[in-house]
């Protein structure tokens, strides 16, 4: 016969069992998940169109209505990160030569910008210094100059550790016409989010953050302001797999019967269903407040070793991302690797504007408790006296 030897062999590393050691993950994500949500990911496959599949999609979708905060229809996740659900709403809220206008003072903004160029929008910026954020006034002056399609915010900005306030932007948006989205992956369940009452048009948020489920899917919901935006597009969304129209449809929110779109990460939402079990469980009063209560806890504890903040006003920091100023003259390092290697605890570096100048520790969900507070901070001082 005529077909060819194997040239590429099994591989060496596959013989070997996979290596997974126990690690506290308190950087930025992603956070640890509870053993409830490990649990649900060894339940039996399910198709991604059966009855009891589409149940749980239902129960997860009615869990985010809850965590977002809003009644919209349009409630679902996209297949795939944090970075999938700001690629859904860029492919899906602009067309070529639309204007919009974002908010950067960070690598979250700069990424959107990335993003919505690559959709053909006219991108622009209004620009803080890392670790600052924007004021109403400051916001409407650009509306008013920029007229933009859509504005964009990153409430958490991981980055720099920086609170965006929404709330009031969203009257802003609807007197100039501009709909408003949201990058709420490092902060939702952290701080208080009100998709409904705050006019925010589209949110999206990521499963590894303060929802404490593994990476693998980024919620996300449209308004339908945002729908009506959508379905009066001249041109057609550029991605299929991200086309809100068929990600709604697959979820079960249109009101038409389910077609398949693409194969469902069916374990994912299990694990997902879980994690949203125990948000609610809990109450998103209490996770908000658990939340307050140990990042204050932190910041506190830090200030006593000596340490200083890399935002210096406690209102513009995000409770989930702690950045703390490296002293000068030390390697930071050696702090991130003396966690890691005698500890098996994660803390880790700055990023983009803030990258060598701040570590950045996360309370995130399940890790936001008093006793990792603790532990960071034990260790964290053992690593300065070192
Ligand atoms: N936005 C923000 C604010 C983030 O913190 C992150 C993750 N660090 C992302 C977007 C991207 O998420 P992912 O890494 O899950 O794609």
């Known amino acids: 016969s005529s077909r060819p030897q194997l040239k590429v062999h099994q591989p060496e590393c596959l013989k070997q069992p996979i290596n997974v050691p126990s690690k506290l993950l308190m950087g930025p994500g992603p956070a640890n998940s509870p053993p409830r949500v490990h649990q649900a990911m060894l339940k ?5 169109l059966h009855p009891e599949f589409i149940q749980i999609m239902d129960e997860v979708k009615e869990g985010l209505r809850y965590l977002f905060q809003t009644r919209s229809e349009v409630v679902c996740c996209v297949s795939g990160t944090g970075h999938a659900g700001m690629d859904t709403t860029m492919c899906n809220l602009l067309e070529p030569g639309d204007v919009i206008l974002i908010a950067e003072n960070g690598i979250w903004g700069e990424r959107a910008a990335d993003m919505a160029t690559r ?17 109403l006034d400051e916001l409407e002056a650009a509306l008013e100059q920029h ?11 991981s980055s ?9 932007v969203g009257l802003l ?10 990058d709420a992956v490092a902060s939702l369940g952290g701080v208080p989010f009100f998709m409904d009452d705050w006019g925010v048009d589209v949110v999206y948020t990521g499963t590894q953050k303060v929802i404490s489920a593994p990476p693998s899917m980024a919620p996300i919901a449209f308004s339908h ?12 969304i550029h991605s299929f797999y991200s086309d809100i129209t068929w990600l709604a449809n697959y979820w079960g929110c249109d009101g038409v019967p389910r077609k398949y779109h693409h194969t469902g990460p069916v374990s994912s939402v299990y694990a997902l269903r879980e994690a ?10 209490s996770l908000w407040a658990r939340h307050a209560a140990c990042a204050q806890r932190l910041h506190e504890g830090l200030a006593a070793l000596g340490l200083q903040l890399y935002i210096s006003d406690p209102a513009k920091r995000v409770p989930t991302v702690t950045t703390i100023r490296v002293p000068e003259g030390m390697d930071w390092m050696k702090v991130t690797k003396y966690f890691m290697t005698k500890y098996q605890v994660e803390i880790s570096g700055g990023l983009g504007p803030s ?25 964290m001082k053992e690593a300065l006296d070192q």
């Open 355 to 379: 990258a060598g100048q701040v570590w950045r520790v996360g309370l995130m969900g399940y890790n936001c408790t008093v006793d990792n507070v603790d532990r960071v901070l034990t260790i």
């Open 119 to 135: 959709h053909g929008a006219a991108v622009r910026t209004i620009k803080k210094p890392a670790g600052d954020v924007f004021s």
């Open 44 to 48: 039996p496959l399910l198709g991604h």
């Open 225 to 236: 302001r945002a729908m009506s935006k959508v379905s009066a597009r001249q041109t057609p």
């Open 173 to 182: 948006c609807q007197k100039y016409n501009t709909l408003l989205a949201v």
């Open 160 to 168: 720099t550790g920086a609170l965006q306030p929404i709330e009031g």
């Open 276 to 285: 949203l079990a125990l948000v609610c469980e809990e109450s998103l009063e």
């Open 147 to 157: 007229k933009p399609a859509v504005l964009f915010l990153v409430q958490g900005e």
